[in-house]
C-alpha cells in the first residue's frame, strides 16, 4: 500500500533528490528508462539472480505488495532478459510501480505498449531460464549502488536513484528547497540578460577561487 513518504516524493524528480544526496546514490546511466514519460517511486523489493534465470523476479512477483518496485541484481547481463512483456503484464496488473534491472528485458515494442516503468541497462532477444536460483529481499548492488529492502526508489527520464530508508525525511527536506530555489532563480534570471550576466560572472568568480 502506498505510504505518506511516497506521496510527497510523486513530486520530487530525480535530479533534485540526487541533489539532495550530493549525488552518491544514481544507478548507472546505463539503466535507463524504456519512454522518457515514466516516473515512478516506491519501496525497493530486491531480487538478486543469477545470470540468465529468473526464477527468483518470478518469485518476488508473487510476494510483492502494490507499490513495491522490484530492484533486480542481474549482475549486468544483456544476453538473457529477466522478462518479458508477459511477465511484466503480471506485475502490472498485481500493482507493482515498476521495474529496475542492472541486465535486460525483451519484447521491446509489447513492453512499451504496456506503459509500465521500466528502467534497464539493455533489450535483448533470449528467454532466461528457470533454475530455481536467486534470492529476495537481501542487499544487492544494482547500477553500482548499495539497494536495502524497503528503500525509495525513484526513476524517471533521468535515470534512477534511491534514497536510503534512514534518510528520507532529510533528503525530502532538501529536495524541496532545492526545487524552491530552483524556481526563484529562473523567475529572477531566465530571459533577463543582464541578470544572466551577473549571476555567470558570480558562479566563474566563485569557481575560479577554489
Known sequence: MTDAVINEFQSIPTTAASDAMDG???LDP???PLKEDYHMVGR?????TSPGDNSAVLKAIHAAQPGDVLVIDAKG???RGVAGDFVLGMAQTLGINGFV???AIRDLVDCKALDFPVFCKATTIAASEKNGLGHINVPVTCGGVSVQPGDLVIGDADGVTVVPKDLENDVLSKARKKLDKDQARDEKISGNKEAIKTYLEDMISKAYKK
Open 77 to 79: 547481463d544483456t544476453y
Open 24 to 26: 552518491l546514490n544514481n
Open 30 to 32: 546505463s539503466i535507463k
Open 44 to 48: 525497493a523489493l530486491t531480487v538478486k
Open 101 to 103: 534491472v542492472d541486465g
